[in-house]
C-alpha cells in the first residue's frame, strides 16, 4: 500500500510540474491537406446553384504560439499558423476545367489546451480553439473576401532532445472555417475550407 501512495504522489507532482503562470512558445511547421473543397456558384439572375468540387494538392504550414497555464496541466495560447494548397482543378455539373491556383489562409486561433508536464517522459497534449481565418480569395473586382470564423481540434506528443533546450514533438490538428463568400456580378460563390494538418514542433516553456 505505501508503494501504491508514494507512486501516486509522485505521478501528482510529475502532473502538476506546469505551475499557474508559467509561460510557453512552439515553433510548428509541416504538411496541410485541405478536406473542405466544395465552391458553391449561385446565380441569382437564372436562380441556378452549382455544386463544384476543387481538387486541392497537399501543401504545407508554418506558425507559431505563445501559451500561459491558468492551472497546472492546463494552458491558454494565442496560435497563428498559415498554411496553403495548390488548386489543380474544379469540377461539378457536367463541367470540369483545369486551374492553377494557391489558397493561401492565415489562422489567428485563441486554444485552450491540457499539456501535462511529465519529466523524462513523453508529454502529450490535446487542445481546442476558436479564431479567425484571412485568406487570399478575391472577388470578380480583385478585392479579398472577408476573414471567417474557425475551429480547430489538434493533439500532439512532445519528448526530450537532449542536449536542446526544449522539447520535440509531433501534432496533428484539423481546421474549419465558416464558408468564404465573394460576390459578383449577379453570383455568389460560397468557398468551404478545411483541412488536415501535421507537424513537427518544437516546444519550451519559460
Known sequence: MKSIIAWAGAAATALSAAQAGDTYIQLHAGVFQQTADTVEAQDDVFNVSVDFDA????????????????????????????RNANIDSLSGGGFETSVDDNLETVALMLNGVVRPSLPLLPQPYVGVGVGFVTSNIEDEDGDNVGGEFAYQVKAGVSIDVLPTPGRIGVEVSYLQTSDFNAEGDGVDIDWSYGGVTGMVTYFKRF
Open 55 to 82: 481538387e486541392a494538392d497537399p501543401g504545407f504550414a508554418l506558425g507559431g504560439a505563445i501559451g500561459r497555464y491558468i492551472f497546472p496541466a492546463v494552458a491558454v495560447e494565442g496560435e497563428i499558423t498559415y
